[in-house]
């Protein structure tokens, strides 16, 4: 199979296809994000990597369509979705500060993304996620009364439990510190991982990126310079650059 049917067909299968996305915001002379192209397939957890202000967030925030490219095309199971509203995409979203509403009960919290009408079917399935998560019997309390990691974990279920296609992390465990950040990553793969939910996962920190992902895109100034499963691109860096942010000395 040559290289540029191997490439058709992996479009073909991808959950998520991203093609020559580019933002340049108003007032700025340079884009922000530059012919950003990649797909990730089904399941996937996907690390978008680089240094602070290189485009990371700004890429993510288009898939979740709080920003609107001026460029390139943002393709779901075959449909394409650059312009469509961010809450019809079927895509979950977590951030650093895990906003969940801390006027309503970690369970309300979590029901509060849960579409069916019947509350008690909402709470009996929020129950559940609270479960997935590892928060049986935190429902009644309030987010003040959990711990960052706790929140953190609050945040996922609520995520889950809007059965999304895809989930988006960006920066999910920095406020972590470093004990929690190693089991709570590790309990996020997990759960993506038994539950077949494709992630893309933003981060400026190689070594978690390293360690999560089946696949890494390393980005520098609005473009991408390198994708592939972390192994060949720790191992083989295309660039002077992808290997010092890599921590590659040599
Ligand atoms: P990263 O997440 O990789 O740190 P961002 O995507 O947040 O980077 O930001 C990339 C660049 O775009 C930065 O220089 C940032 O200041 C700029 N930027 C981000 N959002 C906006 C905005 N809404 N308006 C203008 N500039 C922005
Ligand atoms: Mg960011």
Redesign the pocket.
Known sequence: MNLQNHKSLKSETAMLALNGLGKT????VQP??QDVAFSVEPGEIFALI????????????MIAGF?TPDNGTIVLEGRDITKAEPERRNIGIVFQDYALFPHLTVLDNVAFAIRDTEKKMRRKKAIKYLDMVGLTGYGDRYPDQLSGGQQQRVALARTFAATPKLILL??PFSNLDAALRHSTRREIRELLKANGVGAIF?T?DQEEALSFADRVAV?RR?KIEQVGAPEEVYAQPKSAFVARFLGRTN
Do not use: A, Q
Not at 25 to 28: A, E, I, L
Not at 50 to 61: A, H, W
């Open positions: 915001f108003v007032g700025s922000v994000v680089g240094p602070s202000g290189c485009g990371k967030s700004t890429t993510l925030r920003e960006d920066e933003v400026h980005m609005g």
